[in-house]
């Protein structure tokens, strides 16, 4: 007799190592323990332990700390190709029902797929960036938006009707936790909250690693790149600040290349260009003038 296939929930070819996302380790085991460990076990199990699988994850915490990123990485991860990602404000219209009619959709489509793929396939998800946009508490009266109760009652009747379709997930980002109407944060709804904050100096570390591999790799970062001091330097930046500081610094190196005369060019040394230490500090002066940062915060 042939044995029923486990549940695929990781891509075959997925390597944990290849995310690209920088110091969240521990938040990324918690979650994947809290959200999916369930959806591993054999059914029959899951069924006598009275076990229900989570429906809904939000991550949480200010900009740029690579929410997008860990929510794009689980959908390659639980799918094997990158997720659509729905904006929050790009569901909303003006026309009376159809946002409410948008969201329903969005569900449809993952449950056609997923009744196309059949059941041994993987987890659908539905990635809601920016879902302070659509669910605001209700009855706020500072709501200027235009965004009717209406539209959270119907992603909450869609969460709620998510029950007998066990393969959907959705992960909901914001910066503004404390907008979103709390009956959506319900267990049942988007019950598990992970806060991404802002990487220490170890998770700092390990986004620098991430974002000068490629300029590593092809040879051209000098050795007088320390990235130990760079993420001690670095206090209070988030992932995003981190990759726009070596964007930054790779720019300061290009631009010792450029001969600038009546006909600006390019100096012939250009293809033995570096990017140095110094390119570096001069970034991160850039950085500190833009935004004032005093010396004693630096430490
Ligand atoms: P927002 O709330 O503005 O959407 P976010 O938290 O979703 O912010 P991302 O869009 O994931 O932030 O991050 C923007 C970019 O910053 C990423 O594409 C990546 O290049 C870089 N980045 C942010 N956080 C990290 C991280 N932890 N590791 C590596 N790169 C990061």
């Known amino acids: 007799a042939r044995k029923k296939a486990a549940v695929t929930l990781i ?10 996302i920088g110091g969240l380790d521990a938040e990324f085991s918690k979650m994947f323990r809290r959200a999916f460990a369930s959806r591993i076990f054999p059914p029959s199990l899951v069924e006598r332990a009275g076990i229900q699988h989570v429906k809904g994850i939000l991550l949480y915490g200010p900009p740029g700390t690579g929410k997008t990123l860990m929510a794009r990485e689980i959908g390659k991860m639980l799918n094997g190709r990158e997720p659509k990602i729905v904006n929050g404000p790009e569901v909303l219209s003006k ?4 946002s409410e009619e948008n969201i329903r959709k969005l569900f449809v489509d993952a449950e056609t797929e997923y009744k196309d793929k059949g059941e041994d396939s993987s987890l659908h998800i539905i990635i809601f960036d920016e879902l302070d946009a659509i669910c605001k508490q209700r009855g706020s009266k500072n ?3 235009g965004v009717g109760d209406s539209v959270v009652n119907q992603l909450l009747a869609k969460m709620d009707g998510v029950e007998q379709l066990n393969n959907i997930l959705i992960i909901g980002m914001t910066n503004r936790k404390d907008m979103i109407d709390e009956a959506l944060l319900r267990p049942g709804r988007m019950e598990v909250h992970m806060e991404i904050g802002l990487p220490d100096e170890n998770g700092r570390l390990q986004i620098l690693k991430i974002h000068t591999s490629k300029i590593k790799e092809n040879n051209i970062m000098d050795e007088d790149v320390d990235l130990i001091e760079l993420a001690a330097l670095t206090k209070n930046f988030t992932g995003a600040e981190i990759g726009g500081l070596v964007r930054s610094a790779t ?3 290009l631009n010792r290349h450029v001969k600038v005369g009546t006909l600006a ?4 040394d250009a293809e033995d260009m570096k990017v ?5 500090m001069g970034a991160l002066d850039e950085v500190h003038a833009a935004f004032g940062s005093s010396e004693e915060e630096l430490d």
């Open 265 to 268: 060019g390019v100096a012939p």
């Open 95 to 98: 026309f009376v029902g159809q």
């Open 251 to 253: 720019s300061f190196a």
């Open 276 to 280: 140095n230490r110094a390119d570096f």
């Open 143 to 145: 709501d200027n938006t």
């Open 11 to 20: 891509q075959p070819n997925f390597k944990f190592e290849d995310m690209g």
